[in-house]
């Protein structure tokens, strides 16, 4: 999966889903007076971002990031 894949996805509105280490782990929009915000969950870890580039590149999982895990192809993105 490429990352305009997975932007392009989220643009339009999916949520992604997928297992590290085992835990489950996945990113999620929301709309809220015109603005997105995003929520990242790890296990039972969660953070928030205003910019989807931010949730990329936040080494949120175990000290690596969702680009690094993709580019390494460690994770499986699915998408809700």
Do not use: P
């Amino acid at each position: 999966m490429t990352i305009r894949y997975l932007k392009d996805a989220v643009k339009e509105g999916n949520d992604f889903y997928f297992h590290y280490k085992g835990e489950n782990a996945g990113v999620e929009s929301a709309v809220k007076d015109s603005v997105v915000k995003y929520e990242a969950w790890y296990g039972e870890e969660i953070r928030q971002y205003d910019d989807f580039d931010d949730v990329l590149n936040d080494r949120f999982y175990c000290g690596k990031s969702i680009l690094e895990l993709l580019a390494k192809n460690i994770i499986e993105i699915n998408f809700s």
